[in-house]
């Protein structure tokens, strides 16, 4: 699976080089940049040179990020010489399934920002691991029988736990809980007009005491434990637990269930393709490596 970080050491490897030789400061140029454009910045008169910069970088990391760099022109040239091409809407695709890894844009942007990458840069260097994807995609293609394989040995991770959606009330003492109770018993209350009278639990007040759907281990004991003991459609005994008294009314109730292979199919071949692709490339990049004439200067 792709991601904003594993795309972000190569992005790093440009953005780096390419800034420390620009020929100016980030944030503005002064008077001797201006005139000296190897100047880069001064403090208090004396000068940083563009080239103690790279020099600075280089001795740093720029071992590593000229490694990937030539691993990056080693692909360009393989995929040139297969006739592979990218096209604008392959390069969308990618970008729309690492966005699928967060809850929602204003997430995405935040890791952009955490890692120093803007959109265009993250578009440009995905071109090579989708170029990598089609060169490789013979060794790392997934077939039917090992995507059924993965499904049976893994039935576990398939299986949707049982679930309870409940409301409830939670007052301080037995007293307040008892009286609530038998308001409900007889009637002069429904249940999510006496919880968002007298609740004191200030997340689900405001919604009739309404906690949503809930799987076991999310509740504490006490509470799971009648929760997924009462019917659908009843009212729970006063509970006690360390939040107070509660009472509990469970409205709906999921029993567990296996996903059929049909649903989580992609899901299984992504995951596989993944496994493949980490064993595959390494070896792949080493042997175009060794045929390849490098000659580093550095």
Same mark, same amino acid.
């Given at each position: 699976m792709r991601t904003i970080k594993t795309l972000f050491? +190569?992005? #790093?490897? &440009?953005? !780096?080089?390419?800034?420390?030789?620009?020929?100016?400061? @980030?944030?503005? $140029?002064?008077?001797?940049?201006?005139?000296?454009?190897?100047?880069?910045?001064t403090v208090n008169g004396e000068a940083i040179t563009r080239q103690s910069l790279v020099d600075r970088l280089i001795?740093?990391?720029?071992?590593?990020?000229?490694?990937?760099?030539?691993?990056?022109?080693?692909?360009k040239q393989a995929a +040139?010489? #297969?006739? &592979?091409? !990218?096209?604008?809407?392959?390069?969308?695709?990618?970008? @729309?399934?690492? $966005?699928s890894q967060f809850p929602n844009e204003a997430a995405f942007e935040e890791a952009l920002k955490r890692y120093k990458i803007d959109l265009e840069s993250l578009k440009t260097n995905m071109v090579p691991q989708l170029m990598l994807d089609k060169l490789t995609a013979a060794d790392?293609?997934?077939?039917?029988?090992?995507?059924?394989?993965?499904?049976?040995?893994?039935?576990?991770?398939?299986?949707?736990?049982?679930?309870?959606?409940a409301r409830h009330i939670l007052v301080q003492t037995e007293e307040e809980a008892r009286k609530a109770l038998e308001q409900l018993k007889s009637g002069d209350k429904k249940f999510d007009e006496l919880a968002a009278e007298i609740s004191i639990d200030p997340g689900s007040k405001a919604n009739g005491g309404d906690l949503g759907t809930f799987i076991r281990g999310q509740m504490v004991p006490e509470f799971e434990m009648a929760a997924f003991?009462?019917?659908?459609?009843?009212?729970?005994?006063?509970?006690?637990?360390?939040?107070?008294?509660?009472?509990?009314?469970?409205?709906a109730r999921e029993a567990e269930r296996e996903m059929s292979l049909t649903s989580v199919k992609d899901e299984i071949k992504k995951?596989?393709?993944?496994?493949?692709?980490?064993?595959?490339?390494?070896?792949?990049i080493q042997e175009q490596?060794?045929?390849?004439?490098?000659e580093i200067t550095l």
């Amino acid at each position: 699976m792709r991601t904003i970080k594993t795309l972000f050491t +190569a992005t #790093a490897a &440009i953005m !780096i080089l390419s800034t420390a030789t620009a020929g100016y400061a @980030a944030d503005k $140029k002064t008077a001797a940049s201006a005139a000296r454009p190897d100047i880069v910045a001064t403090v208090n008169g004396e000068a940083i040179t563009r080239q103690s910069l790279v020099d600075r970088l280089i001795k740093q990391g720029g071992s590593s990020m000229l490694e990937q760099m030539i691993d990056m022109l080693i692909i360009k040239q393989a995929a +040139a010489k #297969a006739g &592979i091409k !990218i096209t604008d809407a392959e390069v969308n695709a990618g970008v @729309a399934e690492i $966005k699928s890894q967060f809850p929602n844009e204003a997430a995405f942007e935040e890791a952009l920002k955490r890692y120093k990458i803007d959109l265009e840069s993250l578009k440009t260097n995905m071109v090579p691991q989708l170029m990598l994807d089609k060169l490789t995609a013979a060794d790392t293609a997934v077939a039917d029988d090992e995507i059924k394989k993965h499904y049976d040995e893994n039935k576990q991770r398939y299986t949707v736990p049982e679930t309870v959606r409940a409301r409830h009330i939670l007052v301080q003492t037995e007293e307040e809980a008892r009286k609530a109770l038998e308001q409900l018993k007889s009637g002069d209350k429904k249940f999510d007009e006496l919880a968002a009278e007298i609740s004191i639990d200030p997340g689900s007040k405001a919604n009739g005491g309404d906690l949503g759907t809930f799987i076991r281990g999310q509740m504490v004991p006490e509470f799971e434990m009648a929760a997924f003991a009462v019917n659908v459609g009843e009212t729970s005994d006063i509970v006690k637990t360390n939040y107070g008294y509660h009472i509990i009314k469970v409205e709906a109730r999921e029993a567990e269930r296996e996903m059929s292979l049909t649903s989580v199919k992609d899901e299984i071949k992504k995951i596989l393709m993944d496994e493949k692709r980490k064993a595959v490339i390494p070896g792949w990049i080493q042997e175009q490596r060794s045929k390849a004439k490098v000659e580093i200067t550095l």
